[in-house]
């Protein structure tokens, strides 16, 4: 099946700086897509090449089969864009915003249906400008759904929530999950990305610096795990099993061991210390998070 | 039922021009200055100035009617609009009604139908008032050339309004940039103060631009010895040089895009 989403050597120059230095993407049907980079990376400028807004310097682009730049109305009929920042409709409670925005769909979702979708039942005759700053986000997702797009890009949709309209707005989009729609989400949130995507890519310097599923980015699953754990009193490292001492990463005050095999050492570790019959309570093993290979993906060069 | 976008352009225009008109009833500020303001002015200068009879034979009120009506239209078309419109260019409201299939014309002809919409209204009301509590004289056989005048003005106040919109940068700065640009304008062709009291060499720079003669145009209805219906043609073709320059640089610098927008 032809890919939602497809781009080629995408570049967009400004001046003599490329922001968008050469990008290719695809993104499948129903595929919920995390774009992830920092500021000034060149996302933003991205999604505005696929939304139809900029113009681009070269490459080749097709959304839903067709060159965003070509974008008609027929086109944006089955695109949907939650912008970055959006202020809500002057005067216009929740479902006026939604009746203003529906009449310029052909085959528009219902009204109601989609405020419940986005869970503003209780808001719906206050005016948009009187939400708190999550429900204006919602109120501006319900806009984009109204004229039931097969498409959505959603632009770092939960900067600057607060952690519980975080999980809201996750579940709304989840919700766009069981609806079949594909998601192109921008974010700078690792957890987010984690949380909600099948497949991830990290721009950086307007590059694709790495792309894989949340659990493969950036080879997180050939990556080192570490075990830490503090030693009782009157016990050293030196006392450990030479296996183990071999993977001593760091000892300030807190044992750290890195491994490629976790389960083989957790056991050995056990072993010795229930041989000694000492316990080990604040042991923990962890695998690198997303946070971490992002952060070594788009590190700056020194 | 079908939805506006399914019946046609026109229910489009209609459909927007609605929402649009919501939204100015229901800004305070908004609602001041365009539909209340041209009013208070009325009975402030009758208030001062007396409503005695003047040459050649009519309440002194018949002077102010129309000039508060030129600047009722210009309140409602372009102070209004250019507020507004950068308000929504900065918000990033204007480019979330782009990413729907909502063609860029219907956006902006509804917006316009909208500031024809109040401006009829509102000079209708002065009319009206200055009619039945003032005596203003007004020739009912001008009155079509009073609405059509009035029409044109408010379109070329709305284009000018878009143009001058791509010079400004954020919507602060929107509400001194048209009073500075008004307030002269005002005073200086004939909308606060007569014509005859204005020196020749600064009437001739009024001349220049479309307050006047959108206050000229408007006049000739309420003048007792004129006759026909009311439409100043000189004052019409200035006022459509004007909205032709206005569109000339509104077509090649207006943007949906908000002007502070991050890379």
Known sequence: MEPVVSVHGLRKRYGQVDAVAGIDLEIERGEIFAFLGPNGAGKTTTVEILEGFRTRTAGEVTVLGVDPANGDADWRNRVGAVLQESNAEPGLSVRESLQLYSGYYREPRDIDETIALVGLEEKADTSGTQLSGGQRRRLDAALALIGDPELIFLDEPTTGFDPSARRTAWHVIEGLRQLGKTVFLTTHYMDEAEELADRIAVIAGGRIVAEGTPGTLGGRNSMASTIRFTLPVGTGTDDLPTELRALLANEDGRVTLTTQTPLVHVGALAQWALARGIDLPDLDVRRPTLEDVYLELTEEPA | ??????????????????????????????????????????????????????????????????????????????????????????????????????????????????????????????????????????????????????????????????????????????????????????????????NSQIPSWLRHIAQVFPVYHLADGLRSAFDPTGHGVGIVWSDIGVLAIWAAIGLAVALTRFSWLPKTASA
Not at chain 2, 23 to 35: H, K, M, P, S, V
Not at chain 2, 51 to 62: A, I, M, Q, R
Not at chain 2, 98 to 115: D, K, S
């Open chain 2, 1 to 194: 039922m079908k939805t506006p976008a399914a019946r046609g352009p026109l229910a489009l225009i209609l459909h927007q021009s609605r929402y649009d008109l919501l939204g100015i009833l229901r800004n305070r500020q908004a609602r001041f200055f365009t539909l209340i303001l041209p009013l208070l002015f009325l009975i402030i200068f009758v208030g001062i100035f007396g409503n005695h009879v003047v040459p050649p034979g009519v309440k002194l009120s018949t002077y102010y009617v129309p000039g508060l009506s030129a600047l009722a239209v210009i309140a409602s078309s372009f102070v209004n609009l250019v507020i507004s419109i950068t308000a929504q260019r900065e918000g990033g409201i204007l480019k979330r009604r782009r990413a729907t299939p909502v063609p860029a014309w219907v956006l902006i002809a509804g917006r316009t139908l909208t500031a024809v919409t109040v401006s009829l209204v509102v000079v209708a009301v002065l009319i009206t008032f200055g009619r039945f509590v003032y005596g203003v004289s007004v020739r009912v056989s001008a009155l079509p050339g009073v609405a059509f005048t009035a029409v044109v003005g408010s379109i070329t106040f709305c284009v000018l309004g878009y143009a001058l919109s791509t010079a400004i940068s954020n919507e602060d700065a929107a509400q001194p940039m048209v009073q500075a640009i008004m307030l002269p304008l005002y005073f200086i062709s004939g909308v606060f103060i007569a």
